[in-house]
């Protein structure tokens, strides 16, 4: 009887890599090192950005309807919950050029 060379599950899941779970807990951020920093980041698509915010690095507004980085600390003095409340909106090249 032929044999089929599709894989069952056992073995895909075998080549499938580990899911990185840490970006789950900071609500889909990737984390980033700037000048010796870390920083948790996640970019809001124009559809989600419903808000203006100030740029901290140009001083320039981020309108709404824009897509850009929302930025804050890994290393926080006074916990997480504290981290988030200090974010940061920034133009997506500002962030880049920090």
């Not at 920083?39 to 100030?54: L, Q, S």
């Not at 003095?77 to 409340?85: K, Q």
Request: with cysteine; glycine share 6%.
């Amino acid at each position: 009887m032929a044999r089929s060379r599709r894989a069952n599950k056992y073995q895909r899941a075998a080549r499938t890599p580990p899911r990185d779970v840490t970006r789950l807990a900071h609500g889909g951020a990737r984390l980033e090192t700037r000048r010796g920093v870390e920083w948790f980041v996640r970019e809001i698509p124009a559809h989600r950005a419903e808000k203006a915010y100030r740029c901290p690095a140009c001083g320039q507004e981020v309108p709404p309807g824009q897509a850009h980085v929302v930025a804050w600390s890994a290393e926080h003095l006074f916990g997480d919950d504290a981290a988030v409340r200090d974010r940061r909106h920034y133009h997506a090249h500002c962030w880049r050029i920090a």
